[in-house]
């Protein structure tokens, strides 16, 4: 049996972050010693054969990570379609010794790729009987194995998570209302945005949960009344008599009402013209969504599916079902490909039935939960408390460096809380803020506005309780008599409220219910796979490090770059991943001087071999002796003529900035399930301590005496960390190109 060869076609919309994918399973796929062809421009592509097809090399996909769309061509294409047009495509296959097939596309592709695998057996003995192959090689190529990742920016897939390309679409949609938000609310104007999704509202709907504008409109989840343009148009009224200064809708491409009747843009901004007498713009953003270069997230997700492609193909068999590469919490695994596709066609018949119940079930938990989030927090005001409820004071802070999302998670918790009818207090500067009194009552509009700022709106400090102070704090939860505390931030955070927990049996008033929610940009907390404002900086540095090795193009140059994430490397793996460096230094693996002779060493190999950059990522507490400065220098000096070195320490750009879609969403989850927690303990005669996070892809509580246990022994970051498990994808992608690739370069 010869070495299994792979080809791999991009097919139906293309999707940022395609290109990663096909980077990832390129290289590791050579790595493995097979084979990969490139069909261009999709199934079009598989059926003319000839120069469509391309072996592909380790160095043809290098410099695609940073690129939009697909460097291989997409294609719609009806042939496909026929019997006969998949008689060709098998048959181009099978002459090129191809019996593994990765296609790259939305539940359109994956169809199509499913009918080519279920038609193959019969295809080649058609192809023999017509001479076109001998009936050895229909025996040799009986079997074809199929794997299908979704590239989509809908992200309307059954069984996975994510789908490569939403994420991005998600920057680009809420970096358009960003703007047209700051342009709306000068005039006062009203806008009608329209985002991509025929039978999928998730564009919608968290581009609205991300931006705070103030209605949206989905096909999944219909205005409930037939009159549903009064409802908007009061709703919208009622938001500016309560002070906001602007008024945007989103609308999903897919929109209808209850009846199943289109809603259209251009009927939104007439309702609204008609009835506030105002100039009303429509924005339709289009294949804006689709463009530009893919977010750390999107070149990540399209890495580590591309990886589990070729593993998948290394370790199926025969007979195997085709497989779908799908997300579930942090971790890619398989699913039955035709399984995933039928679900998804579901929700599209469920909508076209007008089953919207059923649409909202199948779409899952995660997504009927925003939802009715969202809708609390798009009320133009609270609902009334109601007569003779215990109306509960609950105060939120924000502790340690900022870190961006904090401040959609304080929208949250404020309007969340207000809305059950509770009194929201906020506490400015930190735990500084409650030893000092600085308490304030905060009303809904007082956080208008607030989920797409960076920094910390109440500011914050790295103060943390402790003997001297615990009194002066005790007072002024008494003082304002506070029934239920929220801690948002990083370490300083959970230390804190930890201690104040601890503190119980000294200090009543302590005893209260107290729960944090992760938010640093280091991604060290227990309890949470992420935290909020991680995402924002691996994309400010993923942002940072694509202008610094474009700086780079003239010259053969090396970059250190270093990035923050103080004890835990996350962010200087994952901003590796998705910058393509070919080395990353993190403090959990250290730095010997070993490490550095070899790396130099694949670096003077490099250059010699004709590479024209090197980027090498450094977490900013790998080793304290062998620091930036040091590594730069000792790169230079002994790179000589061949290379020279320049080294970035990015700081504090890391922190700062409009938070990521993912973060503001994120956060705004968090939140409300923090006020709930509050909530519900504050009746308890022993309230619980908690901290909150993302695990598994779901949300958990921890109880507040398992914090230490998660740390480990230095209190610097988890014991567990997930994401170590990528290293050896990242060194893999990493390393100089296999032997065999070099000299044939
Ligand atoms: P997407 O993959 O983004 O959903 P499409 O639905 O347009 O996009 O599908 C892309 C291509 O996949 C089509 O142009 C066609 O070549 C192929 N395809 C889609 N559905 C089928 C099918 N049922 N049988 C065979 N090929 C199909």
Same mark, same amino acid.
């Given at each position: 049996?010869?070495?299994?060869?792979?080809?791999?076609?991009?097919?139906?919309?293309?999707?940022?972050?395609?290109?990663?994918?096909?980077?990832?399973?390129?290289?590791?796929?050579?790595?493995?010693?097979?084979?990969?062809?490139?069909?261009?421009?999709?199934?079009?592509?598989?059926?003319?054969?000839?120069?469509?097809?391309?072996?592909?090399?380790?160095?043809?996909?290098?410099?695609?990570?940073?690129?939009?769309?697909?460097?291989?061509?997409?294609?719609?294409?009806?042939?496909?379609?026929?019997?006969?047009?998949?008689?060709?495509?098998?048959?181009?296959?099978?002459?090129?010794?191809?019996?593994?097939?990765?296609?790259?596309?939305?539940?359109?592709?994956?169809?199509?790729?499913?009918?080519?695998?279920?038609?193959?057996?019969?295809?080649?003995?058609?192809?023999?009987?017509?001479?076109?192959?001998?009936?050895?090689?229909?025996?040799?190529?009986?079997?074809?194995?199929?794997?299908?990742?979704?590239?989509?920016?809908?992200?309307?897939?059954?069984?996975?998570?994510?789908?490569?390309?939403?994420?991005?679409?998600?920057?680009?949609?809420?970096?358009?209302?960003?703007?047209?938000?700051?342009?709306?609310?000068?005039?006062?104007?009203?806008?009608?945005?329209?985002?991509?999704?025929?039978?999928?509202?998730? =564009?919608?709907?968290?581009?609205?949960?991300?931006?705070?504008?103030?209605?949206?409109?989905?096909?999944?989840?219909?205005?409930?009344?037939?009159?549903?343009?009064?409802?908007?148009?009061?709703?919208?009224?009622?938001?500016?008599?309560?002070?906001?200064?602007?008024?945007?809708?989103?609308?999903?491409?897919?929109?209808?009402?209850?009846?199943?009747?289109?809603?259209?843009?251009?009927?939104?901004?007439?309702?609204?013209?008609?009835?506030?007498?105002?100039?009303?713009?429509?924005?339709?953003?289009?294949?804006?969504?689709?463009?530009?270069?893919?977010?750390?997230?999107?070149?990540?997700?399209?890495?580590?599916?591309?990886?589990?492609?070729?593993?998948?193909?290394?370790?199926?068999?025969?007979?195997?079902?085709?497989?779908?590469?799908?997300?579930?919490?942090?971790?890619?695994?398989?699913?039955?490909?035709?399984?995933?596709?039928?679900?998804?066609?579901?929700?599209?018949?469920?909508?076209?039935?007008?089953?919207?119940?059923?649409?909202?079930?199948?779409?899952?938990?995660?997504?009927?939960?925003? =939802?009715?989030?969202?809708?609390?927090?798009?009320?133009?005001?609270?609902?009334?408390?109601?007569?003779?409820?215990?109306?509960?004071?609950?105060?939120?802070?924000?502790?340690?460096?900022?870190?961006?999302?904090?401040?959609?998670?304080?929208?949250?918790?404020?309007?969340?809380?207000?809305?059950?009818?509770?009194?929201?207090?906020?506490?400015?500067?930190?735990?500084?803020?409650?030893?000092?009194?600085?308490?304030?009552?905060?009303?809904?509009?007082?956080?208008?506005?607030?989920?797409?700022?960076?920094?910390?709106?109440?500011?914050?400090?790295?103060?943390?309780?402790?003997?001297?102070?615990?009194?002066?704090?005790?007072?002024?939860?008494?003082?304002?008599?506070?029934?239920?505390?929220?801690?948002?931030?990083?370490?300083?955070?959970?230390?804190?409220?930890?201690?104040?927990?601890?503190?119980?049996?000294?200090?009543?008033?302590?005893?209260?219910?107290?729960?944090?929610?992760?938010?640093?940009?280091?991604?060290?907390?227990?309890?949470?796979?992420?935290?909020?404002?991680?995402?924002?900086?691996?994309?400010?540095?993923?942002?940072?490090?694509?202008?610094?090795?474009?700086?780079?193009?003239?010259?053969?140059?090396?970059?250190?770059?270093?990035?923050?994430?103080?004890?835990?490397?996350?962010?200087?793996?994952?901003?590796?991943?998705?910058?393509?460096?070919?080395?990353?230094?993190?403090?959990?693996?250290?730095?010997?001087?070993?490490?550095?002779?070899?790396?130099?060493?694949?670096?003077?190999?490099?250059?010699?071999?004709?590479?024209?950059?090197?980027?090498?990522?450094?977490?900013?507490?790998?080793?304290?002796?062998?620091?930036?400065?040091?590594?730069?220098?000792?790169?230079?000096?002994?790179?000589?003529?061949?290379?020279?070195?320049?080294?970035?320490?990015?700081?504090?750009?890391?922190?700062?900035?409009?938070?990521?879609?993912?973060?503001?969403?994120?956060?705004?989850?968090?939140?409300?399930?923090?006020?709930?927690?509050?909530?519900?303990?504050?009746?308890?005669?022993?309230?619980?301590?908690?901290?909150?996070?993302?695990?598994?892809?779901?949300?958990?509580?921890?109880?507040?005496?398992?914090?230490?246990?998660?740390?480990?022994?230095?209190?610097?970051?988890?014991?567990?960390?997930?994401?170590?498990?990528?290293?050896?994808?990242?060194?893999?992608?990493?390393?100089?190109?296999?032997?065999?690739?070099?000299?044939?370069?």
């Amino acid at each position: 049996m010869c070495a299994k060869r792979i080809a791999i076609l991009t097919s139906g919309g293309d999707a940022p972050g395609m290109n990663a994918a096909i980077r990832a399973i390129v290289r590791i796929a050579l790595n493995r010693g097979i084979e990969v062809y490139a069909i261009y421009e999709g199934y079009q592509g598989l059926i003319d054969g000839g120069d469509r097809f391309r072996k592909l090399t380790w160095d043809s996909v290098g410099g695609i990570l940073h690129r939009g769309g697909t460097v291989i061509g997409t294609a719609r294409c009806d042939e496909f379609r026929t019997r006969e047009g998949r008689r060709k495509a098998a048959h181009n296959l099978v002459e090129r010794g191809v019996d593994n097939l990765v296609v790259i596309g939305g539940d359109g592709s994956l169809t199509g790729a499913n009918v080519l695998r279920q038609e193959w057996q019969s295809l080649l003995t058609e192809l023999a009987e017509m001479n076109q192959i001998t009936p050895e090689i229909a025996e040799q190529y009986a079997h074809l194995f199929i794997v299908g990742l979704v590239g989509s920016i809908d992200n309307d897939m059954h069984g996975t998570d994510m789908t490569i390309g939403a994420d991005t679409a998600l920057h680009r949609i809420t970096e358009a209302i960003d703007a047209i938000s700051s342009t709306a609310a000068s005039h006062q104007r009203t806008f009608v945005v329209e985002v991509m999704g025929r039978n999928c509202g998730y =564009l919608a709907l968290m581009g609205c949960l991300a931006t705070g504008a103030d209605w949206v409109l989905i096909p999944e989840n219909p205005p409930e009344v037939d009159n549903w343009e009064k409802k908007m148009c009061d709703d919208l009224r009622a938001g500016r008599q309560a002070g906001r200064r602007d008024s945007i809708v989103i609308i999903a491409e897919g929109a209808r009402d209850r009846n199943g009747k289109p809603i259209t843009s251009a009927h939104v901004m007439e309702v609204l013209k008609k009835e506030f007498d105002e100039e009303v713009r429509v924005t339709v953003l289009g294949h804006v969504q689709r463009g530009g270069t893919p977010s750390a997230f999107d070149r990540n997700l399209g890495t580590l599916m591309g990886a589990a492609a070729v593993d998948a193909v290394m370790s199926g068999s025969p007979n195997d079902e085709p497989q779908l590469i799908s997300l579930r919490g942090n971790r890619i695994v398989r699913e039955p490909l035709m399984k995933c596709v039928e679900q998804s066609k579901a929700v599209g018949q469920a909508i076209a039935d007008k089953n919207y119940e059923r649409a909202l079930e199948l779409r899952g938990n995660s997504f009927r939960e925003t =939802l009715r989030t969202l809708k609390t927090l798009l009320r133009s005001l609270p609902h009334e408390p109601i007569a003779g409820q215990k109306r509960l004071r609950l105060a939120v802070l924000n502790s340690g460096a900022p870190a961006p999302g904090m401040n959609a998670a304080i929208r949250a918790a404020i309007r969340i809380g207000l809305d059950k009818g509770h009194i929201m207090l906020g506490v400015n500067n930190g735990f500084q803020g409650l030893i000092d009194g600085e308490i304030e009552p905060m009303d809904w509009m007082s956080v208008n506005g607030w989920a797409s700022v960076g920094g910390s709106e109440l500011g914050a400090n790295r103060e943390v309780p402790s003997e001297s102070t615990f009194y002066p704090v005790a007072r002024t939860l008494e003082r304002h008599e506070i029934e239920g505390l929220l801690v948002i931030g990083g370490w300083t955070a959970y230390q804190g409220a930890y201690r104040l927990y601890k503190q119980r049996e000294n200090f009543s008033a302590f005893n209260i219910p107290i729960i944090c929610l992760p938010a640093s940009i280091n991604n060290n907390l227990p309890g949470s796979e992420l935290s909020i404002g991680a995402d924002t900086a691996l994309n400010n540095i993923m942002w940072a490090v694509d202008r610094v090795k474009q700086s780079a193009i003239a010259q053969r140059r090396c970059f250190v770059v270093e990035v923050m994430g103080r004890y835990c490397g996350y962010l200087a793996l994952m901003s590796g991943l998705a910058t393509g460096a070919e080395r990353v230094y993190l403090h959990e693996e250290g730095i010997t001087l070993r490490d550095l002779q070899n790396d130099l060493d694949h670096l003077m190999t490099g250059f010699e071999l004709g590479k024209r950059l090197g980027l090498m990522i450094r977490n900013e507490k790998a080793n304290p002796i062998y620091t930036a400065d040091f590594m730069a220098a000792l790169f230079e000096e002994e790179g000589g003529a061949l290379f020279d070195v320049r080294q970035t320490i990015l700081g504090h750009v890391q922190q700062g900035g409009d938070p990521s879609p993912f973060d503001r969403i994120q956060a705004t989850r968090l939140a409300a399930r923090c006020v709930d927690f509050l909530i519900e303990n504050a009746n308890s005669a022993t309230p619980a301590g908690a901290f909150i996070g993302l695990e598994s892809g779901g949300i958990r509580i921890h109880n507040i005496e398992e914090m230490p246990q998660l740390m480990d022994e230095t209190y610097q970051r988890p014991k567990k960390q997930w994401w170590l498990d990528l290293l050896p994808i990242s060194r893999m992608l990493a390393q100089p190109a296999p032997e065999s690739e070099m000299t044939s370069v």
